[in-house]
């Protein structure tokens, strides 16, 4: 072996983890939110966050991104920690399988068909297929398959190029004499554990262990501590994403680490333990990539079958590894390690809109309540959501902003588009919110009074507003394109209730029933109903652009005016929401 086995060595890594990276990357935007969804819902028990965490590692072929996104979930408040434990051994066992698609590479026979299987033979067709998706199609899902099938092509040609530039090493004496210092359990742990480390790469690390078993130079005495050091290695990932993180997030990491070095001490004192006692006779064997792969997933199978019910102690050990402060720390909504994920973080960005909404809503409606019974304590809740609502916006955009910067999806680019357009709309009605509440303080420090039928005909208006509030944050959260056509005919009604109430106050005014003090109140309170009515058209809007990229908005607003149907439900609300007589 020369210098430019070396190279070819540095190379063939290289490729190994550009492929891998890239085949990860396009399978976790096509997996798109469906991801977070699942691991909200499925980690009511470990034996379902188990299959869910091996089902995603398989899915996305990365066990540290699996663990970076459990650690930003949980920074995030999405998760708990106790639901992560279970997704972390399940991602233990999802990532033997690329050790497994690696072992192909060790077939040997003369049938044609068998031979089809060898990666080196079939890696360039899947290439050329995916170069012709990505070139050819218009479809960015197709363009996506295509990025995985080349990625998946380059991991096998990297692996390829690292078996053959280990393959000399077979005939080299010092190469063997070398090896003899592997036969010590614990040096062979700490070597797969450092280079893991180094790589940042268990599935990197395996296939190299894999081209060096090619060689026959490897035995299962050696390879086995090997194995069970490189699971250990890859928590450096885990440990890398908890910096700046909560506490509890941390505790994620801890719980990585504590899982694989017990697996690790308990397979270790069992293994080395019984073959003092029986003395197996397979140690000394050389390992070829299959054995590789089984020992691979024996280990991860053993150690979270073992593991598994002492969920809550590995739980109680990670929080006293990683203690509480005694100060409060604070909130962090949005994690920047999602972004290494863009459609979990977008998911996460729509639970957090949606919640912006819901507190847009309560305020609105708080500040109605105002108008009917004022109280001081109501007012401070009031302006104290006003401050969240301006902290949702500050960070919620700022983020957005910066997942536009990465590679996603067309239907998470048209989310993001909805959501930036929709959390202006939420700040704006949070902001009339405000003004709402601040015409209530005036008629109550003011002691004034609007008269009976002012009062009767702002009930009326209330209650539309109400339900078009109602209707258009439930469309928003739902994503509903159907509902949201409800919205306009419903905000047409209130504008001309607000253009009937003010002709009937310049009658009472002239009447003298209303005075010019409450007339100036009044069409502050009617400008504001007008302007959150207009927000709720627009939020509405946002929903069905979403789904219908050509429509313009105002084109879109003066086409469904002049259609029959907006007709009959403007009939219709108008006569819910009729005025009472003068």
């Known amino acids: 072996m020369d210098i430019f086995s070396v190279f070819t060595l540095c ?16 399978l976790e935007k096509m997996a798109g939110g469906k991801l977070e969804r699942l691991l909200k819902k499925m980690t009511s028990s470990p034996f379902k966050s188990l299959l869910l965490g091996a089902g995603i590692t398989i899915a996305i072929q990365s066990s540290s991104a699996m663990t970076v996104m459990l650690v930003g979930l949980v920074n995030s408040g999405v998760m708990e920690l ?53 070139m050819g199609s218009k479809k960015q899902k197709r363009r996506d398959i295509g990025r995985i099938m080349v990625g998946f092509s380059i991991l096998m040609y990297g692996m390829e190029l690292m078996k053959n530039a280990v393959s000399p090493l077979a005939s080299m ?31 990197a690390s395996v296939g190299i262990l894999q081209a060096l078993a090619l060689t026959g130079s490897i035995t299962f005495g050696m390879a086995i501590p090997i194995i069970m050091g490189q699971n250990i290695g890859t928590c450096v990932t885990a440990i890398l994403s908890a910096i700046g993180v909560n506490r509890n997030a941390k505790r994620v990491a801890a719980v990585h680490i504590s899982f694989n070095i017990i697996g690790t001490v308990i397979c270790l004192i069992l293994f080395y333990g019984g073959n003092a006692i029986f003395h197996f006779p397979f140690t000394d064997n050389a390992i070829s990539a299959v054995g590789v792969a089984f020992c691979h997933t024996v280990f991860n199978v053993f150690t979270t079958v073992l593991l598994l019910p002492f969920s809550r102690q590995l739980e109680k050990l990670a929080r006293k590894l990683v203690r509480n402060e005694t ?61 969240k609502l301006d902290i949702y916006e500050d960070r919620l955009v700022r983020y957005l902003v910066e997942i536009s910067r990465h590679s996603m999806s067309g239907a998470d680019s048209r989310t993001v588009s909805r ?18 509440q601040e015409s209530a303080r005036e008629l109550h420090d003011k002691e004034l009074h609007f008269s009976d039928s002012a009062k009767a005909e702002l009930e009326v208006l209330i209650s539309a507003l109400t339900d078009v509030m109602e ?13 949201a056509q409800g919205i306009e005919p419903l905000e047409e009604t209130i504008d001309r209730l607000i253009e009937e109430i003010r002709l009937r106050h310049i009658e009472r005014l002239q009447s ?17 109903i007008e302007r959150v009515s207009d927000h709720c058209s627009n939020i509405a809007m946002c929903v069905i652009e979403n789904h219908d990229k050509k429509v313009e908005r105002h084109a879109y607003i003066q086409e469904v005016k002049t259609n029959r149907s907006f007709t009959e439900y403007l009939r219709r609300d108008l006569r819910k929401y009729r005025l009472p007589e003068q």
């Open 11 to 26: 190379g063939g890594l290289a490729f190994f983890l550009y492929g891998m990276t890239t085949m990860s990357k396009s």
């Open 82 to 134: 106790g639901q992560t434990i279970g997704v972390i051994m399940g991602s233990n066992i999802g990532t033997t399988l690329t050790a497994w698609i690696l072992s192909l590479t060790g077939i040997q026979s003369e049938s044609v068909f068998v031979n089809l299987f060898k990666p080196e033979n079939f890696s360039p067709v899947i290439a050329l297929v995916g170069i012709i998706l990505i």
């Open 173 to 203: 004496p010092g190469f063997s004499d070398m090896l003899t210092a592997f036969n010590n359990p614990l040096l062979g742990v700490l070597v797969g554990t450092v280079f893991t480390g180094i790589i940042q790469s268990s599935a």
């Open 327 to 387: 100060k409060s720390e604070s909130f962090a909504f949005l994690d920047p390690l999602l972004m290494r994920t863009p459609a979990v973080a977008i998911s996460e960005c729509v639970t957090i809109t949606n919640q912006m909404g819901a507190l847009s809503h309560q305020n609105l409606l708080l500040s109605l309540q105002q108008l009917v019974d004022y109280d001081e304590a109501r007012e401070s809740e009031i302006v104290s959501n006003e401050d």
């Open 419 to 436: 959501l930036l357009h929709a959390i202006g709309d939420f700040e704006r009605i949070g902001d009339h919110a405000l003004n709402l």
């Open 471 to 483: 209707d258009a944050f439930a469309c928003f959260a739902t994503d509903d394109p159907i509902a």
């Open 512 to 528: 003298g029933e209303c005075t010019i003090q409450l007339g100036f109140v009044l069409n502050d309170l009617l400008t504001c």
